[in-house]
């Protein structure tokens, strides 16, 4: 068939399909009159797609793009708005996507630009196209590629611009790389993120398959394609314009969940099926174990009923699996592991933003001990230390649990002193106690620095103990360059460790690399979607720009994930400061000390906003308090410098800012970025001390 006639065999058959059958006849007679040749080939073609097990309208759109090579690119050379189109990068049954670069002589920028190819500018055609433009202007996630602009051509054709990825098919590209499980794995948690994000919007992707996801450099996958998406909300289209064409069933057969073959109605987990179909594709040359196994069958249950309820389930389940840990979304308990290298997760809320948490690095597996003994005083030392991760807020003294841990570790070194996962457990610990006994901090310290460099002496791969070397060298002794040089070495040899990305994201937000920062946070989001501290960072970062609305939703996102989570409340908190809804900021601020009266971050941010509204004797008490914990050894100065500016004492702020650079407070880092202090960026003092921290030149 000569490809001009399939063209016009193509467009008829696809308006038709979309049609109820009703209604299918009068519209052949409108579409084929004066054609009886071309009217029983469509008929034909639309019986064989009621009958046949794989819906014809998926081969037809097949072999429609294998037609299109042969016909040529007449927009190459066409200017769109300030761009120009130089290549043809893709197609399909609706469009062409072009790499443009921009030519208005502002700067030099390549996008993507789909435009709707000229040949198939019918009402569904443009109506399908419409959607899909507005379905990528309601997604905003770091895995989906990003829609900039859109419009329609002076003949009439609407285009859209997304950002132009330069990178390789997901299975190209981890063919090429010869990726390990590992990898490929954490590779696939982002694009479940992704498609999360789209049905958290009510969006069903309906053809997601290798070919549709795209890496970025840095590898980065990126969901494409949403042009057959399924919308469920009929808000994010314009008024009067359908959901979606009764009847229409387009989609790869040969990823298509088995409700899509037999043209019943799609939902969420027909998308859960094609991922456990491109799992399947991406780890089948790879040796794995059964709980992979489990995974896959799980998601791709021929029943929907019987797969993972979400994608976030179906993307926690193979973070468990990376971190050896019992499946908890298959239904089926885990097959058990002769040795497990249990995660280690040792966080910590300090005075101002600080938190402490470490993850054992599955790259360069830790040295096992021969003594199965040692294995479990390392498990009961792990175990103890996570009871409480927000101690060192409310105690002043070292707790049992944490006395116990430490005595088991050593316990456990004594004994396999080659145990590099518990040298570098004992050096997190050893950090941790240091703000529960001041008396000895410098001991302890001590103790945490050389327990770091015996598990790297042990095992130079072992991710956590340089993230703890960062953390103590960032916030104890302001060594930033070198804090940043481990958190990058720490990230690179564990990539999926969020905690890292998330502490160098903060270096980098309080050194001034905002936007560097900010790709740091979206990093870590796409691979721990689900971590409500990293929503707080990017929330950091809004409330940075004074973005505070956009806060608001990340305190949301986080307080859904983690109900009552101090540091939610506490960004809460400030915006509402911020914007003057003084209520509303001391209602959040009593929420965190209801449960911890001497948070480090709300006592003094109580303070600072008592004084800001006048309440002279309210802010005085916090000031008490704060006294109080000054004596007994803890590094407050910061938190009191806050409530002295906060009441309109400039000098008495100063003052105790340089007492906090002095006693090496931790957070007299933040003071560059702090916004509660942007009164006295001008004075003299309040210069000496960035220039002291290296903040300022």
């Known amino acids: 068939m000569h490809p001009e006639r399939f063209r016009q065999l193509e467009l008829v058959f696809h308006e038709a399909v979309a049609l109820p059958s009703a209604e299918r006849p009068a519209f052949l007679d409108r579409a084929c009159a004066g054609d009886p040749l071309l009217r029983k080939e469509v008929e034909a073609l639309l019986a064989s797609d009621e009958n046949a097990d794989t819906h014809i309208g998926g081969v037809v759109q097949g072999v429609a793009a294998s037609l299109d090579a042969e016909l040529p690119v007449a927009d190459i050379g066409t200017k769109i708005g300030p761009y120009v189109l130089a290549r043809e990068i893709g197609r399909g049954g609706m469009g062409i996507v072009y790499q443009a670069v921009r030519d208005d002589g502002e700067f030099m920028h390549s996008v993507a630009i789909k435009l709707v190819r000229q040949e198939m500018g019918t009402a569904h055609i443009l109506q399908r196209f419409r959607a899909e433009r507005q379905i990528l202007a309601t997604l905003q996630h770091p895995n989906i590629a990003a829609l900039l602009d859109g419009g329609t051509t002076p003949d009439g054709r609407p285009y859209f611009v997304m950002e132009y990825i330069e990178g390789q098919p997901l299975m190209t590209y981890c063919r090429d790389k010869d990726l390990p499980l590992q990898k490929r794995l954490e590779m696939f948690q982002a694009v479940c993120a992704a498609v999360q994000h789209a049905h958290e919007r009510r969006v069903i992707h309906r053809d997601i398959k290798p070919g549709n996801i795209l890496v970025a450099e840095g590898g980065i996958p990126k969901l494409l394609d949403f042009g057959v998406a399924k919308i469920l909300n009929p808000g994010l289209l314009p008024e009067g314009q359908p959901i979606t064409r009764p009847g229409i069933r387009i989609f790869t057969p040969d990823w298509a969940s088995p409700e899509q073959l037999r043209g019943a109605p799609v939902s969420t987990k027909s998308d859960i099926y094609c991922l456990g179909r491109v799992l399947k594709e991406l780890t089948a040359s790879l040796p794995s174990s059964s709980d992979l196994a489990r995974i896959i069958n799980r ?274 908190g400030l915006c509402h400061e911020r914007q003057g809804r003084y209520a509303e900021a001391e209602e959040a601020f009593r929420k965190v000390l209801e449960k911890s009266p001497a948070d480090g971050r709300c006592l003094p941010a109580l303070g600072h906003l008592y004084g800001v509204m006048g309440r002279k004797a309210d802010a005085q008490r916090i000031l008490s308090e704060l006294e109080d914990l000054r004596r007994k050894g803890k590094k407050v100065q910061y938190a009191i410098a806050l409530v002295h500016n906060g009441m309109g004492d400039s000098p008495a702020a100063l003052y105790w800012l340089h007492q906090a650079l002095a006693a090496f407070d931790h957070s007299i880092v933040y003071a560059g970025v702090e916004h509660r202090l942007h009164n006295l960026s001008g004075e003299p003092g309040f210069v000496e001390i960035l220039r002291a921290l290296r903040l300022m030149r």
């Open 299 to 572: 998601a791709t249950e021929a029943e929907p009923t019987d797969r993972y309820a979400s994608a976030r389930d179906l993307a926690d389940d193979i973070g468990r699996l990376l971190r050896e840990e019992p499946l908890a979304h298959t239904g089926h308990a885990a097959v058990p592991h002769r040795q497990r290298s249990w995660a280690v997760a040792v966080m910590a809320a300090v005075v101002g933003l600080a938190g402490v948490a470490a993850v054992t690095s599955r790259r360069a597996a830790p040295v096992e001990p021969s003594d199965p003994h040692v294995r479990s005083l390392y498990i009961r030392a792990h175990d103890l230390i996570r009871q409480n991760p927000s101690i060192r807020d409310t105690s002043s003294a070292i707790p049992p649990n944490f006395v116990e841990a430490l005595q088991l570790l050593e316990q456990a070194t004594q004994r396999e002193p080659k145990y590099a996962a518990a040298w570098s457990l004992l050096g997190q610990a050893c950090e941790f106690t240091a703000d529960l006994d001041s008396a000895n901090e410098k001991l302890w310290l001590d103790k945490a620095k050389q327990a770091g460099r015996r598990a790297l002496a042990i095992n130079p791969e072992q991710a956590d103990a340089y993230a703890l070397l960062a953390g103590i060298a960032f916030y104890r002794e302001r060594d930033l360059p070198v804090a940043e040089r481990h958190y990058k070495r720490a990230i690179d040899l564990a990539p999926h460790n969020s905690y890292a990305i998330r502490e160098y994201a903060d270096l980098l937000r309080i050194t001034g690399r905002t936007e560097q920062a900010r790709t740091e946070v979206e990093r870590a989001i796409a691979l721990a979607p689900n971590d409500p501290r990293l929503r707080v960072q990017r929330g950091l970062l809004f409330y940075d720009a004074g973005r505070c609305e956009e806060v608001f939703a990340e305190a949301r996102l986080a307080l859904a994930e983690r109900p009552g989570l101090s540091e939610a409340l506490w960004i809460r």
